[in-house]
């Protein structure tokens, strides 16, 4: 799931690119972010080698984003992001692993990272997924959005969570989010419910502060733990 902006956000505001922090446990892993980020006009003003580093760096060199490794020593790349984003609510963290692995994914995303990406990612798509990020959008590699859905659909009945954080959502609005949650981009929102993309970015907008949600990521979360979305729902494929 890759989606257009809905913000203007920090670089379309100002025109600059992102601020980078590179965080992975190998210097090999991190040389080549670095050279591919700033190759495409990309800041990286720091590199972090395990996730007490990142947390450390992350405070004082306060980074736009964070390219952020799961599996790390010390500390792992979730804690890192839980502590990094409870500081800086502000900062995106941008998930990388050479694992495709559905418990990762839901586990970054209701953290609150903005995307997740494989590490066989083309340069082209890495620098563009920092920029993406950084306008408060989010971001998902096709395959590990199927498998997030894959995990809703296989895990045991449960009991939604209580809906009450809904109730402030007018009926367009839950409708809106409930087609967020199936994967649908502005445009595909719009064409679906017949209105223009502005006025879709307006909804979404609205439904990001009245929930108080980062993110698309975290919109797509809470419309499955809310029963709003269910796996075999139409659009809840991943494949948007």
């Known amino acids: 799931m890759t989606t257009g902006a809905d913000t203007a956000g920090r670089a379309g505001l100002d025109g600059r690119a992102p601020r980078v922090l590179v965080v992975d446990d190998q210097t090999l ?3 080549g972010f670095r050279l591919i980020l700033t190759a495409r006009g990309i800041e990286v003003v ?4 395990d996730g007490v580093a990142a947390v450390a760096a992350a405070r004082e060199l306060r980074p736009d984003v964070v390219l952020m490794d799961i599996r790390m020593p010390n500390m792992d790349g979730l804690e890192a992001t839980r502590r ?4 800086s609510p502000d900062c995106r963290v941008l998930m990388l692993t050479t694992f495709d692995l559905d418990r990762y994914v839901y586990a970054a995303l209701s953290l609150g990272a903005s995307g997740f990406l494989l590490k066989d990612v083309t340069p082209e798509h890495l620098a563009a997924a920092v920029r993406l990020v950084d306008t408060g959008d989010a971001l998902l590699a096709p395959s590990i959005t199927r498998r997030l859905v894959e995990r809703f659909a296989s895990s045991p009945a449960r009991p939604p969570a209580p809906p009450a954080d809904l109730a402030s959502l007018t009926p367009r609005e839950l409708e809106v989010l409930t087609l967020l949650g199936r994967g649908l981009s502005n445009t ?10 502005a006025t879709v970015k307006s909804h979404v907008a609205r439904i990001f502060a009245k929930l108080a949600l980062r993110d698309r990521s975290q919109a797509v979360v809470l419309a499955y733990e809310t029963g709003l979305v269910k796996a075999g729902d139409p659009g809840a494929n991943g494949s948007r």
Request: glycine share 10%; net charge negative; no cysteine.
């Open 29 to 31: 892993i991190r040389t």
């Open 46 to 49: 720091g590199e972090a080698a």
């Open 84 to 87: 990094i984003l409870a500081r």
């Open 188 to 197: 595909e929102l719009a064409g679906e419910l017949t209105l223009s993309e």
